[in-house]
Every structure is written in C-alpha cells, then in structure tokens.
Nanobody
C-alpha cells in the first residue's frame, strides 16, 4: 500500500522559515509527480509547488522566490523549504504524488494526511 507521510509543520513567526518533508512508503518503482498543496481555512486547496521525476518544477506565483521544492527520486522524498513566511501562508500543507507505480499497480493522486503550518507573531 502506498502512503505519503509528512513532517515539519508548526508555528513560526512572520519572516521565519520552515522545512516540510514528505516520504512515500510502499513497494514503489517510480513516481511521476510529487509536490505540495495547501488549504487555508475557508479556502480551496491550491497548488504550492510540484516537481516531475525529470526535475522540472512548477511553483505558485504567491510563493515564488520564497519557497523551494526539492526531490530525491531514490529516497522517494520531496521537501519544501519555506522562507520569508507570511501570515497568508498559514494553512494545512498536503504532500501529493501522482502516477505512483507500485507493486499493487499505478496509483493516481495520492495524498498525505496534511501538516499544519501557522505563521503568527
């Protein structure tokens, strides 16, 4: 069974930094896309950043220049380095993986349980 487990959320002051990590578990042969989405209270879930197995990335305009996504294909992990955090970044952050080829077959749109990030003074 394929699972995504996140870590690294918490409370941080405006201007601070946090690093989120996500690890995929299971008998996995490949993962096409990995990334992060977030959902703020009362808002829809939105893309933060994603990365393909080729290394190409997509980042939301609201976090460009502040957040950096990185991936380790061999370890099946994806990290999100968040700098210069703003109160507007407060949300539950979800790890995401698409087209996960595992022993059980190909899984589409796999989600982690979410980790809460609160930016507040």
């Amino acid at each position: 069974q394929v699972q995504l487990v996140e870590s690294g959320g918490g409370l941080v002051q405006p201007g601070g930094s946090l690093r989120l990590s996500c690890a995929a578990s299971g008998t996995i042969f490949s993962i096409s896309t990995m990334g992060w989405y977030r959902q703020a209270p009362g808002k829809q879930r939105e893309l933060v950043a994603t990365t393909m197995s080729s290394g190409s990335t997509k980042t939301a305009g609201s976090v460009t220049g502040r957040f950096t996504i990185s991936r380790d294909n061999a370890k099946r992990t994806v990290d999100l380095q968040m700098n210069s955090l703003e109160p507007e970044d407060t949300a539950v952050y979800y790890c995401y993986a698409d087209r996960v080829v595992s022993l059980e077959g190909t899984h589409v749109e796999v989600w982690g349980q979410g980790t809460k990030v609160t930016v507040s003074s």
